[in-house]
């Protein structure tokens, strides 16, 4: 299995996604020059959009298509830098034979610095005026309020956004720190079939893809077999090179993600970024069989969900971690208070209540120190232990290490498993340790197809093609040999500790020199 982080898209003889020359056929995308506003590139659907070919239309200003005074205001807006106002703004663009088609115009400059115009139907009947995106923020907000918990909110999340949307299905999706993500909730029509609880490997949206998400914020596939359209020219003529389109709402698909949709049974799909601390946190999917547009209002009040109403997520789970936190805290200093009054710091650290396991909810712990183990809960022999620390003499030179799967580095403690899978060890001095072990716990991780053949690489002619799986049908997979992850406030817990088992044992140590003089 090659690693799809490590291949460069160009190499396949395919460019990187932001600088693709081609748009969604749907609507029509044109690169301007300002300030007079010439057409430098069209895609080649003007022709079945407004009778003129792309060919024509380069080298004229934007007059020459719509009306001249909705042009003049553009130019204004444009030369105060202020494309709020404009976007998005309802054209009417005379078709050959003297009918009129509306269109949303939106405007946006690239990252490489040209002027952007996307000219997508409006669909006038079926836009979201701001009543209807004032309801779906109001009934949002109310049932947000009343979720107690992140599962509840995510749910009435997902919900809310097929009210509004339609869509056959909408779901949550949530990164995982190894970059892989999984399902956290779903709405979607009773006869499909449920993606909740299912995880998705990492290659399935690759680092580019991600990358993008950061800066465009929703994305958009009306229809995925619909067939692209190029620009016309392909390389910008003053550039001669690709504009960058990631800012854009047309740019087409990369074909492997379009197979993709297709091999899942998805006719279109909307995709809005869920960020946190300016990463990337989630996604909200939302899949439809059959084609579906979904203009420019409505995408904005979904984006509006996105970005103002997952702030609240992110409270929650810190709110969660900061319970957490409180409450380890408390441990932290009973057990410092036990330290300094117990005439040995180990029996303050194992002979009262709390005890080491609550600092970082350890089912075993154990303490060495001047050659000798003093132990509490479940953990391995002392032989065993006398090992291990030998090992971790060799490996660790930090103040802190921790592992949820010992036995992949340390094979030994495979025989120990069941009450050391997992390991955080704070190294006092040379051979002094303080050790939390945690038992391993089997679990089963559904997988939406096997992860092992989440893709293939195929040859076309002369040329190496990357191919989605084929099935996306659970793929069970056992984890064994894994505790529960330690958690970031346990880590720092257990950190904190270390200072003041040093700091106390620095002080035995004067006092037992003084005593000693
Ligand atoms: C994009 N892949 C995506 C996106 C999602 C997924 C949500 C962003 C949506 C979008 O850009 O339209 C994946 N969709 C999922 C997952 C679920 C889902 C996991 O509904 C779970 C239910 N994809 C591959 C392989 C490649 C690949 C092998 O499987 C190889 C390069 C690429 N995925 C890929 C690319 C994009 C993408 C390039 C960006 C598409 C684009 O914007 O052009």
């Known amino acids: 299995n090659l690693d799809i982080q490590d291949l460069n898209l160009t190499r396949l003889k395919q460019p990187s996604i932001h600088l693709l020359t081609q748009v969604q056929p749907h609507g029509v995308l044109l690169v301007l020059q300002e300030p007079d506003l010439t057409v430098l ?16 239309i380069i080298t004229q200003t934007l007059d020459s298509i719509l009306d001249s005074y909705q042009v ?5 807006a444009l030369a105060a830098d202020n494309l709020e106002i404009i976007n998005p703004t309802k054209v009417w663009v005379r078709h050959k034979n003297d009918d009129y088609r509306v269109f949303d115009a939106i ?34 907000i109310n049932q947000l309020e009343a979720t107690s918990n992140l599962q509840d909110f995510c749910q009435v999340i997902v919900q809310e956004v097929r009210n509004v949307t339609g869509f056959d299905r909408v779901m949550l ?8 993500g999984e399902v956290l909730a779903e709405d979607k029509l009773d006869e499909m079939e449920s993606y909740l609880g299912l995880h998705y490997p990492e290659s399935d949206i690759p680092q580019p893809a991600r990358k993008m998400f950061l800066s465009n914020w929703i994305r958009v596939i009306p229809d995925a077999k619909a ?29 492997c993600h379009l197979e993709y949709l297709h091999n899942m049974g998805v006719g279109s799909s909307l995709t809005i970024s869920l960020m946190k601390d300016q990463q990337l946190w989630g996604l909200i999917a939302c899949h439809h069989r059959t084609p579906k547009y979904i203009p420019y209002e409505l995408r904005k009040a979904c984006e509006f969900l996105g970005r103002v109403i997952f702030a609240e997520i992110s409270t929650r789970e810190e709110e969660a971690d900061h319970n957490y936190r409180l409450k380890l805290a408390n441990v932290q200093s009973a057990l410092i208070e036990q330290m300094s009054e117990d005439e040995n710091f180990i029996d303050g650290l194992v002979q009262h209540e709390p005890n080491l396991l609550d600092l970082a909810n350890a ?111 659970l793929w069970k997979e056992t984890v064994r040999l894994k505790s529960l992850p330690w958690k970031p406030v346990e880590i720092k817990a257990t950190l904190e500790l270390r200072k003041a088992i040093v700091n106390i044992v620095l002080r035995q140590a004067e006092e037992l020199a003084i005593l000693a003089q």
């Open 173 to 180: 999706y949530k990164f995982d720190d190894d970059g892989h």
């Open 227 to 255: 067939e692209a359209v190029p620009l016309y020219p392909a390389q910008n003529p003053i550039t001669q090179q690709p504009v960058d389109l990631t800012l854009s709402i047309l740019r087409s698909a990369y074909p």
């Open 41 to 56: 590139q069209a895609s080649q659907n003007t022709a079945t959009a407004f009778g003129i070919s792309a060919a024509q």
């Open 72 to 76: 003049d205001r553009f130019r204004e």
């Open 363 to 473: 089912k075993g712990a154990a303490i060495c120190f001047g050659g000798r183990w003093t132990t509490l809960g479940q953990t391995p022999s002392e032989e065993e232990l006398n090992y291990l620390a030998q090992w971790l003499g060799k490996t660790v030179d930090s103040e802190i290490f921790y592992t949820d799967s010992l036995p992949l580095i340390y094979s030994d403690a495979e025989r120990f498993k069941d009450v050391a899978s997992g390991l955080l060890a704070i190294p006092i001095s040379k051979r002094s340790y303080v050790l939390w072990f945690r038992p391993e716990v089997i679990q089963t991780v559904n997988w939406g197809g096997d992860p092992h053949h989440a893709y293939e690489l195929k040859e076309s002619g002369n040329d190496l093609r990357l191919c989605p799986r084929k099935s996306f049908e």
């Open 107 to 140: 405007f946006h400059r690239s990252a490489d610095g040209f002027l952007v115009l996307e000219l997508e139907p409006a669909l006038t009947h079926e836009s979201i005026p701001f009543l209807s995106f004032y309801h779906l923020a109001r009934a949002s």
